[in-house]
């Protein structure tokens, strides 16, 4: 008899007593009821209230726009078509729901001025009692897939109309199923940022503006030739157009409708724009440099880039693509011409909520602005918001776009004044950047801490990975055996946490193979959304196999499945020195100590497999202190009222090379080189080539992971002399800069200079200088000087012979007349 039925039978009775008792769920999501429960993990254990899907509900589609209008139902229940039905999100805003023919009940996302998941409530009774209960994924606009979207065709030509060149009609296209209507008002909207600058009364300000057409038929096209808004509309400068049924009235909120992009309202903007589009820019551009100056400086407490492509793409705790220019997209860069990728920092900044955008070129340098206008930027305002969001500058993307993006639009798009803007967005560079630290788990399993040791330890039970207490970082694996008969095991489970962060668990699944992501015990679903901002964390999923969770600190874990075989990579920044405990090691440069036991002993021989085991064995975790999800009866009879370090099972802790093993051969043919011993071990211990090689495979991406991260020697940014040039752009070890003089100046100083290893520039400052004509003045001066001499001794000369003649002359008459 399976020695699972009896606890089987159990829960199928507690589920049908609870139904005859009447247990319910109305009005307690989440919580355990006496008898039965109405947590997110009774499905699984068969321990639900008869009713949990009535009130528990789920939704289909489960996320969109931050700007709202998506119409999604309520699944696994009905209503009734009398039923009046308000949704409320965030327990202050309501929007108007329906009952469809199929007796199910319908919400409209409202306007919100956050992201991540919203809680909302149903009243099926016009709001007089909220009985249901759900969430709802708030997407930033950036991260929405296209047809969830009103789409602006060239929308290049939207934003520069009305400057030199641009004009004619503009043209939005939408999937007509996303509005249900047989005709559609075509709606402007503007989004601006009211009150005092980090005060109380910094507010963010959405308006219904005008309309462009009503009752358009529904066809999924709209044209039209725009003319200078009126009634002083044209002040609105950022926003958006809105699709929506035509039965509704102009600019009620919270309907089902498609929206924009937000974007630069050239298009509406009045005649003096028109007119002269680049002093009208040029005007703003000037109004903003004087007001810039009045604002904190939040360019000290931002994080520096990282050097190279390569560190930024590897350093997933801290950063991640910029969805606006992304090398695996077709380097589409729109705002950084010159790049072929850039990522952003994940985490805005603490006091002043500010970003940072780090952009790179082919060569994998990173782009600066002293360069290009296509370089690095700092932003005031982080367009993907931060917590808690709803106020300036917090608010996603729409702060951004206030602070940050019209600013170019004034001074680089639409004038020619791009120094005004970057002498307050400057590309901040790399020289206070430094890697993160990584340590990695994979195979059955086998271990690379922080500070460089490999080990395997093949416990079965929950360990402690990573413990970080000042930071209050917890990273927790589970183990599970490979198969029945092998005396080894593999990590198949992943639990962490940070301060009061949710609680994030990563783990294999087999049906269909893939990772499965739980926040707080609840099943995360990617389906719709590949990232998602939850409390305190961020999660993002880009398929199945691949999971990368984020916290505030920087740090970060990166899950990876190959084949049945999980990698398990954790990220620290230098935060992080001298603060780890657990199966990765103490992170502090001194390998010698990695393999330190709970009790703070030192492992003295890590050859030494047994005592190694009995170090892995020492971080076993405490049931008080477990983050995992028990929802089967497996998970609990194994685990959750096991020993966490289960001391009946022993592994085999050495290989046994027997030359009549068919699979020796095998082995050896396929782990040669770096890591073998792990791929060795996987094939002839796991009885598997298919687990050696994605081990072999694991281990590789590893070793590309650490050289990515490695550190490189930056000299800083080196500017052209004043009146010269220079060719080089790039400044890291080894970098060659030649620097010459305009046509007229003398170079004074080095005309190469070199990135040396010290982080210093080779050769004197270099210095371009008109010819001094000191030389020529002298000669000229010393000619003139003899010239001078030679005239007035001609003089004198010249005088003393007129002299000596009138005298002789004299002579002659005077004895002339003594002679008569």
């Not at 783990?507 to 305190?536: A, C, I």
């Not at 495979?697 to 500017?719: P, Y």
């Not at 004509?773 to 003393?800: C, D, E, H, Q, Y």
Request: net charge negative.
């Amino acid at each position: 008899m399976d020695t699972n039925t009896p606890g089987l039978v159990f829960l199928l009775l507690m589920s049908c007593v609870c139904s005859a008792v009447g247990q319910s769920c109305e009005g307690v999501c989440g919580a355990s009821a006496d008898l039965c429960s109405c947590q997110p993990t009774c499905e699984s254990l068969k321990t639900c209230c008869s009713d949990y899907r009535d009130f528990c509900v789920q939704t289909q589609p489960y996320s969109g726009s931050i700007f709202g209008g998506t119409d999604f139902v309520v699944l696994h229940t009905t209503f009734n078509k009398t039923d009046l039905i308000i949704c409320r999100f965030n327990d202050d805003t309501d929007t108007v729901g329906y009952v469809d023919d199929l007796s199910r009940g319908h919400c409209i996302s409202p306007l919100l001025y956050e992201t991540g998941w919203i809680p909302f409530k149903i009243s099926s009774n016009n709001g007089t009692s909220f009985t249901r209960a759900g969430r709802w994924l708030s997407v930033h606009t950036g991260k929405l897939q296209s047809e969830l979207k009103a789409v602006m065709v060239n929308s290049t030509k939207w934003q520069y109309y009305g400057t030199p060149g641009v004009s004619g009609s503009l043209q939005m296209t939408w999937n007509t199923s996303m509005v249900k209507a047989d005709t559609v008002n075509i709606e402007l909207w503007g989004y601006r940022e009211t009150g005092t600058a980090y005060t109380n009364d910094w507010a963010a300000e959405w308006k219904y503006l005008y309309t462009l057409s009503n009752a358009h038929s529904n066809s999924g096209s709209f044209s039209f030739v725009p003319e200078p808004a009126s009634d002083g509309f044209s002040r609105w400068e950022l926003g958006m157009l809105r699709v929506s049924s035509s039965i509704y009235p102009d600019g009620m909120w919270n309907v089902e409708a498609l929206w924009t992009e937000d974007h630069a309202l050239a298009w509406h903007l009045d005649d003096t724009f028109r007119t002269n589009s680049a002093a009208w820019a040029e005007d703003k551009c000037l109004t903003w440099d004087k007001y810039e100056t009045q604002l904190p400086n939040f360019l000290q407490e931002i994080i520096d880039c990282p050097c190279t492509l390569a560190q930024a793409r590897a350093d997933t705790g801290r950063f991640h693509t910029d969805y606006g220019c992304d090398i695996e997209k077709g380097s589409v860069c729109t705002y950084h011409p010159g790049s072929v990728h850039c990522v952003r920092a994940i985490q805005a900044s603490p006091l002043y909520a500010a970003g940072q955008q780090c952009c790179y070129d082919s060569r994998g340098d990173q782009v600066l602005t002293g360069d290009s206008i296509g370089g690095s930027t700092p932003d005031r305002a982080h367009d993907w918001g931060s917590p808690p969001y709803k106020r300036p500058p917090r608010v996603p993307a729409q702060s951004h776009w206030v602070y940050d993006v019209l600013s170019f639009y004034y001074c680089c798009l639409w004038s020619d004044n791009c120094s005004y803007y970057f002498k307050h967005r400057p590309s901040s560079g790399c020289g206070r950047y430094k890697t993160p630290s990584s340590a990695v788990v994979f195979g059955d399993p086998h271990f690379i801490t922080f500070d460089g040791i490999s080990y395997s330890f093949n416990g079965k039970g929950e360990y402690t990975l990573v413990s970080a207490p000042s930071r209050d970082l917890t990273v927790q694996g589970r183990t599970e055996p490979v198969t029945d008969k092998i005396k080894a095991t593999k990590m198949t489970a992943v639990a962490m946490r940070e301060m009061s962060s949710d609680v994030i668990e990563v783990r294999v699944v087999s049906e269909p193979l893939g990772l499965e992501v739980l926040q707080n015990q609840e099943t995360l679903l990617f389906s719709e959304q590949k990232w998602m901002d939850l409390q305190g964390v961020f999660v993002f999923s880009p398929v199945s196999t691949n999971v990368t969770v984020m916290f505030p600190s920087g740090a970060g874990v990166e899950l990876r499945l190959r084949g049945d075989n999980m990698a398990t990579t954790v990220l620290l920044p230098d935060d992080f020195f001298h603060k780890t405990l657990g199966l990765m090691g103490t992170l502090n440069g001194n390998a010698q100590d990695d393999l330190t036991l709970n009790n703070s002993q030192v492992v003295q021989n890590i050859s030494d497999a047994e005592e190694v085991f009995n170090f892995g064995a020492s971080w076993a975790i405490s049931h008080s202190s477990s983050l995992f999800t028990y929802d089967s009866v497996y998970l609990e009879n194994e685990y959750k009222n096991a020993p966490k370090h289960d001391p009946s099972f022993v592994p085999d802790f050495y290989v046994t090379e027997n030359s009549s093993d068919p699979l020796l051969h095998q082995a050896v043919q396929l782990c040669s080189g770096d890591g073998s011993q792990f791929c060795r071990y996987d094939v002839l211990v796991g009885r598997s080539l298919t687990l050696g090689n994605s081990t072999k495979m694991l281990f590789q991406s590893h070793l590309a992971l650490v050289d990515d991260l490695k550190t490189v020697v930056t000299c800083g940014f080196l500017s052209p002399p004043t009146n010269g040039r220079k060719n080089g752009t790039a400044y890291l070890q080894g970098s060659r800069v030649i620097l010459s003089c305009d046509d007229g100046y003398k170079l004074k100083g080095s005309s190469e200079r070199v990135c040396l290893a010290n982080g210093q520039w080779s050769g004197q400052d270099t210095v371009c200088a008109k010819p001094s004509n000191v030389p020529g003045i002298v000669v000229g001066s010393v000619i003139g000087g003899i010239a001078l001499i030679v005239i007035v001794t001609t003089i004198v000369l010249k005088a003393r012979k007129n002299k000596s003649k009138r005298t002789t002359q004299n002579d002659t008459e005077n004895n002339a007349n003594v002679s008569l």
